[in-house]
C-alpha cells in the first residue's frame, strides 16, 4: 500500500494505522491482533492540525 502527494487540512489524526482496530469497543484486548500491516510507505504527506 502507498499514500502519495496527500495534504490535509484541519485534522486531529491524519494517519492514524491501528492494528487493535475495535471501532465499537466490543472486542477483546487480551488476544493478540489478527491484523497484520506489512509493505506500507509515504511520500509526500502534509498536514495542518486542527485549530480546537
Given amino acids: 500500500m502507498h ?3 496527500i ?3 484541519n485534522v486531529s489524526n ?3 494505522i491501528d492494528q487493535q482496530y ?3 469497543n466490543q472486542c477483546n484486548r487480551d488476544t ?3 491484523v497484520q500491516i506489512s509493505d506500507v510507505s509515504f511520500k509526500n504527506i ?3 492540525p ?3
Fill in 3 to 5: 499514500f502519495e502527494n
Fill in 7 to 9: 495534504k490535509m487540512v
Fill in 14 to 16: 491524519p494517519i492514524l
Fill in 22 to 24: 475495535c471501532p465499537w
Fill in 32 to 34: 493478540s491482533s489478527l
Fill in 46 to 48: 502534509q498536514g495542518l
Fill in 50 to 52: 486542527s485549530l480546537h
